[in-house]
């Protein structure tokens, strides 16, 4: 069973930072492509970063660009989304998805998502 473990969210005030990981198990970690995605109270779900198997290719959405950065370990099989310079706006539910290609990921198709972490970012 493939599984999809978000963490590392929580409360900052504004200008802060946070770290997300996304730990894979249940796959072949190096094969997947994975993606951070949030979705705000009463908003869509965007699409945030994402990067692909060998870490060669990074997508980052404008809105964060600049703040954000998306890694992989694949020793570790997990992603990390460091997030600096946190705004109110930022405040989301934050999930990864993984699919064994970098579009679907990057499309918001993937064929798997964990479940999500909160960040909440005061002003």
């Known amino acids: 069973e493939v599984q999809l473990q978000a963490s590392g969210g929580g409360l900052v005030q504004a200008g802060g930072s946070l770290r997300l990981s996304c730990a894979a198990s249940?796959?072949?970690?190096?094969?997947?492509?994975i993606g951070w995605f949030r979705q705000a109270p009463g908003k869509e779900r965007e699409v945030v970063s994402c990067?692909?198997?060998?870490?060669?290719?990074?997508y980052v959405a404008d809105s964060v660009k600049g703040r954000f950065t998306i890694s992989r370990d694949n020793a570790k099989n997990t992603v990390y989304l460091q997030m600096n310079s946190l705004k109110p706006e930022d405040t989301a539910v934050y999930y990864c998805?993984?699919?064994?290609?970098?579009?679907?990921?990057?499309?918001?198709?993937?064929?798997?998502w964990g479940q999500g972490t909160l960040v909440t970012v005061s002003s």
């Open positions: 998805a993984a699919d064994g290609k970098f579009g679907a990921v990057a499309g918001g198709t993937s064929d798997y």
């Open positions: 249940g796959l072949t970690f190096d094969d997947y492509a």
């Open positions: 990067v692909s198997t060998s870490d060669r290719t990074t």
